[in-house]
């Protein structure tokens, strides 16, 4: 039986690296291949290092809801008590300095804010494109560990894009060999699957406490290869603990835009 056709399902931006994002409904590539306003903005120390979530886990506590058109935000804590203070309503970016101050106290330390409107701040300068995922590998790794929870699993792996399948990692299929990315074709747009994304201790932590599941690594690097699809080239897992797909564009065009539910199609 044919597989049914591989669909964009979710698109979700992370405008403030390694903090919460949000859902849209289409998104603009920018020309060096990141979504528009995707990890545009981050953190950074006063030695000029980003402040991320694999070095600071203190910044799972924050809930960070973007308004749709990026125009605001709101910042609290997930872990404030009822009673405690409201949380910020901030218009953005003309505030950010108001969530450096919050952020610098709950990390006690300063940070300021640095934004990158070209490129942003992707952790693979390389493969600088949307980082993509599939439903059916997220209910895989639910099944891994019970009780994580698909919602759960998606704020873990932060993908920018996640494609409805039917198969555990279908998206495997999207890269090739480490010197021969594969082509293929997501919309009308162009793209270059360039290899599995190497995790790091994010996913092992929950999105909202930060308390970390012990084990968590080791474990799912065993299923991973346990579960390795046969008719996958191995070539880029020197280890198992990789999940989704880094890519790049194909050219350089303005204006490419993607939308939830455009198609893939692998370029034969």
Known sequence: MDEAPVVLRRIDLFPLKSLPGLSVSSATLLPDGPLEYDRRWALFDAEGHIVNGKRHPGLHCLDLQFASDLRSLRLGRHDAPADGPEPLQICWPEEHSLLAEYVSEVLQFPVQIREDSRLGFPDDTLASGPTIIGTATLHEVTRWFPGLGFEECCRRFRANLLLETTVPFWEDRLFGSPNRPRKFWLGEVPMWGINPCQRCAVPSRDSRSG????????????????????????????????????TRLDNQRTGQVLRVGDRVRLDD
Do not use: D, M
């Open 211 to 246: 308390a970390v599941l012990t084990g968590f690594q080791k474990q799912f690097a065993k299923r991973r290869q346990a579960t390795f699809p046969s008719e996958i080239s191995a070539a880029h897992f020197n280890h198992y603990y990789r999940l989704a797909v880094n």
